[in-house]
């Protein structure tokens, strides 16, 4: 068994939460999630922590000093830490387009420097060692595309205010690539809102589910990597388009989500369609977990880049009936320590 205790390996809390409510399944409690992670084990090795969203039910953004402190408690009685933190930035919890009007961007800087706050005394209590906080743009790719130009630069000009926001609480932030938010569904896009934004605690969050589908153009026809007959048993070209996109959006990624695809969209609650995540032993996941991690978690050279001290794994819109099922945690953290044994490093602490 390999010796590598780095990057820590952390489970995701808001698929508890995303893809849940009225219109779809009820969500499953933050107190539920932790128990899960904290209960999966594979030969003596634990998931090291959990990733949080900042929204009701799990933990609300209004949350006082006391609240935060309880909730520190919590996570440390489950023998976990905690580390990037999602800030709700949407029009349902709270906040407003990236690109709306400036009541709108008003609410969405609002909503990033209450989770700043969060995170930043979660910190300072001892429970958060590493991490980010994550943003989207809060649009859709459809109302972006309307004037990319434009609404690029807006959405940049709020990204900016947020990272003006975020360096006050010694936070960085980062966009995630998903192909359901404007201006960040290619990945070209996304590299352009980046290098629009010029700030130096800004970066990319990596999913492996979301970044599959920028291959394909999906929502971004004109970004598309692979061909147009490409065929999933192409393995060459698969890989050869990884490292294509990896190559460009590496150096940006400061946070990374290990998943997998079956290389379709899918949503459900409130959720627009995006990459889905499928479970990590499914039989039509299109990617080979530990290897393609590889190319985000390595240079070009093949050297880790340890731009991340933990790595999370993602998978949104699963079942309730799978996600309470204890197997399921069990063959996700296999994964993770598979990519961890190929990737990762040993460090005394």
Not at 8 to 20: D, E
Not at 317 to 331: G, Y
Request: proline share 4%; charged share 25%.
């Amino acid at each position: 068994m390999s010796e590598n205790n780095f990057p820590r390996l952390h489970n995701a809390a808001w698929p508890g939460v995303v893809g849940k409510g009225p219109d779809s399944e009820p969500a499953i409690e933050l107190d539920a999630m932790l128990s899960l992670t904290a209960a999966a084990e594979v030969d003596g090795v634990r998931f090291d922590g959990v990733d949080l969203f900042l929204a009701d039910p799990h933990f609300s953004i209004d949350s006082s000093k006391d609240d935060i402190a309880r909730l520190a408690e919590k996570i440390s009685d489950f023998g976990l830490e905690v580390g990037s933190v999602v800030a709700p930035v949407w029009e349902p919890t709270g906040g407003g387009s990236a690109m709306g009007t400036t009541e709108e961007r008003g609410r969405f800087i609002t909503q990033v420097r209450k989770a700043c706050d969060i995170a930043s005394q979660l910190r300072e209590i001892g429970i958060r060692p590493n991490g980010i906080v994550r943003i989207d743009s809060s649009v859709d790719p459809g109302t972006w595309a309307k004037d990319p130009v434009a609404n690029t630069k807006l959405i940049a000009q709020t990204f900016r205010e947020a990272c003006d926001v975020a360096a006050d609480f010694g936070e960085r932030l980062a966009a995630e690539g998903e192909i359901c938010w404007g201006g960040m569904h290619g990945w070209k896009s996304m590299i352009r809102t980046l290098e629009e934004v010029d700030r130096p605690n800004i970066g990319f969050q990596a999913d492996m589910a979301h970044t599959l589908l920028y291959l394909l153009g999906y929502n971004k026809e004109d970004e598309r990597i692979l061909a147009d007959d490409f065929s999933w048993s192409d393995r060459d070209a698969l890989t050869a388009g990884l490292k294509e996109l990896t190559k460009s959006l590496r150096p940006w990624t400061i946070d990374f989500h290990v998943a997998q695809n079956d290389g379709t969209v899918h949503g459900s609650g409130s959720h627009d369609k995006t990459g889905r995540h499928c479970q990590a032993d499914d039989p039509n996941g299109k990617l080979d977990i530990a290897e393609d991690a590889g190319h985000w978690l390595r240079n070009e050279a093949g050297e880790l880049t340890k731009a991340f001290r933990h790595i999370c794994w993602d998978g949104c819109m699963f079942s309730n009936e799978v996600m309470l099922r204890a197997e399921t945690w069990n063959h996700i953290l296999a994964a993770m320590i598979q990519v961890r044994d190929r990737h990762g490093w040993q460090e005394t602490v």
